[in-house]
């Protein structure tokens, strides 16, 4: 298989573990993806060469992505500036928008340019798979398909109740636009409208989304894996990601020093009884169909 024609996607509602498997993957040496510099300047993928950079310094890039070691998450505090610059896998929306996908992936998008920015960013970073995490992709996953027909998909799955206490509890929630509801949770709450059902019905949206989608993917090109067994068994179920995504060796080597804590059972004694009813009663049938209650 052609690994420029077959991206690697990671979807899944915000706060599964999309962001951790992302960079993990990205430590590999034969991974590619979009950085900081390129979302700065869509215009010039080119920049991923700075990947290469990152690729040959690994215990700066450990501080860097990581913080040092179990931090996927590095926003949202004061970071020196020298961690502001360094190369480091991010979203990469302005790629996406440079080839007209808005949030919805509607029609009007030139494909070509989207092929030909990121088969760029993969050979200018010394790649030779190009791997991507894209919450807004969620949406998107039909008209990827249309653009790669051959890429590949791996969906992670967490329980929606950690999910519901993870997001509520992050610094970039209160002003995102949340798809469903058009709007931000800042004014969901301004509106009368309780916190606690916004993140649960955003899991839920979220995870429908992407299974609506991943529904006209065949099989043998998308993957599931749960955020809890990730925690559980970091190595072996990486290992299986990476080798579903064409990303072959001894995964020991490039994980060096990352750590993968388990924190998914917080939500059993910081959320409160109003607060976890709310969300059960409108997660009951995801958490009943995925095993989870």
Not at 19 to 38: D, E, R
Not at 64 to 72: L, Q, R, T
Request: a neutral charge.
């Amino acid at each position: 298989m052609d690994n420029e024609e077959a991206p690697v996607f990671l979807v899944g509602a915000p706060r599964s573990g999309t962001s951790l498997v992302y960079k993990a993957l990205c430590l590999h040496p034969h991974a590619s993806y979009v950085s900081n510099w390129v979302r700065l300047v869509p215009a010039l993928p080119q920049a991923a060469a700075l990947n290469r950079v990152a690729r040959r310094v690994p215990e700066l890039r450990r501080r860097a992505w990581f913080s040092g070691g179990d931090n996927a998450y590095v926003y949202g505090r004061r970071r020196p500036l020298w961690q502001r610059l360094f190369p480091m896998p991010v979203e990469g929306e302005p790629l996406y928008a440079r080839a007209g996908v808005d949030a919805d992936g509607a029609e009007g998008v030139d494909v070509e340019r989207l092929r030909a920015s990121f088969a760029t960013v993969r050979r200018a970073s010394g790649g030779a798979v190009f791997v991507n995490k894209r919450v807004a992709n969620n949406h998107r996953i039909p008209l990827l398909v249309k653009a790669f027909p051959r890429a590949r998909f791996v969906e992670i799955v967490r329980d929606g109740r950690a999910v519901a206490l993870s997001m509520a509890n992050v610094d970039w929630w209160p002003e995102s636009v949340v798809s469903w509801y058009g709007k931000t949770p800042r004014q969901w709450e301004a509106e009368g409208g309780d916190p606690w059902e916004l993140c649960a019905r955003t899991w839920v949206d979220e995870l429908r989304a992407t299974e609506d989608g991943l529904a006209s993917v065949p099989v043998d090109q998308r993957q599931t894996i749960r955020y809890e067994d990730l925690v559980a068994d970091p190595h072996g179920v990486l290992a299986g990601v990476a080798a579903f995504a064409g990303l072959d060796g001894d995964i020991a080597t490039w994980l060096t020093g990352v750590t993968f804590p388990n924190r998914n059972e917080q939500w059993r004694t910081r959320l409160d009884t109003a607060a976890l009813q709310t969300i059960e009663a409108l997660e009951a049938d995801d958490l009943h169909r995925l095993g989870y209650a």
